[in-house]
């Protein structure tokens, strides 16, 4: 079992340090006033949360798998398919919780607005400098929100890693499914030590964002 | 045009006003910019700056910062703006905001003539060095944005109505400390102002606003030398002689 309390926190963390990484610049992009193009790429990007989870996982498999045109670039690498594995169920991941990350992001960035970049630039910083060192600490709420709850999902997704991942002990076979198998051979017992687990840490992490929410912005000076 | 000064030919639509300027202001000295609210006073200072792009030239000191093959961004042109609203930075304390201007200005401009130190001193601001942002007063936060805008050692200040959302005490706080702002800093400043009383202690020449125009005052007119010169005047001349006179402060007897 603590094989898969690992491998669980191991994906969640590895998928919430990719989604900021690539979610930032999209958000941030996403944030600026313009085109209509703006719009049509956050219903893309929102597109997860409405998609049931099988039906990413099914294109996934088929995306991932040894057929794939896709995968035909890392052939030459002795990779045939990800579907399986545990970097397939990252690619899920990150797929599956990018509305999580984005929208906070877009929100913080938004209420930023344009006058601090402004300011910055007139005192000389360049647009790097200016988003370095001004926007990103004025929208550093929506990074704490955004790592917390892409976090929080990645660790209850359910149906993407059961179509991509399987259930291999150690690779794929995160807390969720275990749960799952464990009901399924009646062991009860084990099912609600894991079940009490994760009502004990989603507990934690709702609790975690409202204290974000409400005491972040007194902290600072 | 001399090329020694700031030359700004801009036209262009801003919302639902069509903004058109024709400017030449002096390498020295205040140069007040006033007009009703809405004119085109910041949209025009925006465009100064390069926040804003609108058809037409800038220059300044005979360098080009925008034509039709050039527009310099912002952060490349040597202007200190201030704002009309509060700008300091939240996440940094009072000295925090002025280190971030000090530690970016352009050091191919030479050493700073205007050192934490001097800000300090001619902004009355060491007893908020260490405070947060949020502990200011109105005319606080003002004053240490403008030590920040000079911090960055521009070779232009702009000041974008920088009392005018202050209370009285806090209007008196900061117009007295910009006295000596001016009085002390070599390079040329524009304040924007709709208000005409404001500016006449500090500006050394007024450009008015009007529905999005402005030009560079034309020269006044050359009072005549004699008796027969003033005898061959049209009516319509003498009366902007008066005017010009009146203007320049002289009261008829």
């Known amino acids: ?221 | 045009m001399t090329g020694d000064g700031l030359e700004v030919s801009l036209e262009g639509r801003v919302g639902s006003l069509a903004l058109a300027a024709a400017i030449d202001i002096p390498a020295r000295g205040v140069t007040a910019l006033i007009g009703p609210s809405g004119c085109g006073k910041t949209s025009l200072l925006r465009c100064i700056a390069g926040f804003r792009r609108l058809a037409g030239r800038v220059a300044f000191r005979g360098e080009v910062w925008q034509d039709e093959a050039r527009f310099v961004p912002p952060h490349r042109r040597p202007i200190g703006y201030v704002f009309q609203e509060a700008s300091l930075f939240p996440h940094l304390s009072v000295r925090g905001n002025l280190a971030f201007a000090l530690k970016r200005a352009d050091p191919a401009a030479g050493p700073p003539s205007h050192g934490l130190d001097e800000l300090v001193e001619l902004l009355g601001l060491a007893p908020l060095l260490g405070r947060g942002v949020a502990q200011l007063s109105g005319g606080e936060r003002q004053r240490v944005a403008i030590a920040r805008a000079i911090a960055t050692q521009p070779r232009l200040l702009v000041m974008d109505e920088p009392v005018s959302s202050l209370d009285p005490d806090g209007k008196a706080e900061v117009l007295a400390r910009l006295e000596k702002v001016t009085a002390a800093l070599q390079a040329p400043m524009i304040y924007v102002s709709h208000d005409r009383a404001e500016v006449t202690r500090l500006a050394d020449r007024v450009l008015t606003m009007a529905a999005g125009q402005v030009r560079s005052a034309e020269p006044p007119p050359q009072p005549p030398r004699d008796a027969a010169a003033l005898d061959a005047l049209s009516t319509e001349e003498v009366r902007r002689l008066a005017l010009a006179a009146l203007k320049a402060g002289l009261r008829p007897d």
């Open chain 1, 1 to 221: 079992m603590w094989d898969a309390v690992w491998l669980t926190a191991k994906l969640a963390s590895v998928t919430t340090a990719i989604l900021i990484v690539l979610a930032t610049p999209l958000a941030w992009w996403l944030s600026r006033k313009g085109s209509w193009l703006r719009e049509v790429v956050a219903a893309i990007a929102a597109m997860p949360i409405v998609l049931p989870p099988t039906v990413l996982g099914f294109y996934l498999l088929v995306a991932l798998g040894p057929q794939s045109p896709l995968m035909a670039p890392l052939h030459p690498f002795g990779v045939r398919t990800l579907a399986f594995t545990f970097w397939g169920l990252v690619i899920g991941s990150v797929i599956y919780s990018l509305p999580f990350a984005v929208q906070p992001l877009r929100a913080a960035f938004e209420a930023v607005g344009a006058r601090p970049l402004e300011v910055a630039a007139s005192l000389r910083a360049s647009p790097l400098d200016a988003f370095l060192s001004v926007e990103l600490p004025l929208a550093q709420r929506g990074f704490f929100t955004a790592a917390i709850l892409v976090f929080a999902h990645t660790v209850g997704e359910f149906g993407v890693v059961l179509m991509i991942g399987g259930a291999i002990p150690k690779q794929t076979e995160v807390l969720s499914i275990k749960i799952y198998e464990f009901v399924d051979a009646s062991q009860y017992a084990s099912a609600h030590l894991i079940a009490a687990g994760m009502l004990v840490f989603a507990f934690v992490v709702v609790l975690a964002m409202l204290l974000v929410g409400r005491g972040l912005g007194r902290l600072q000076p």
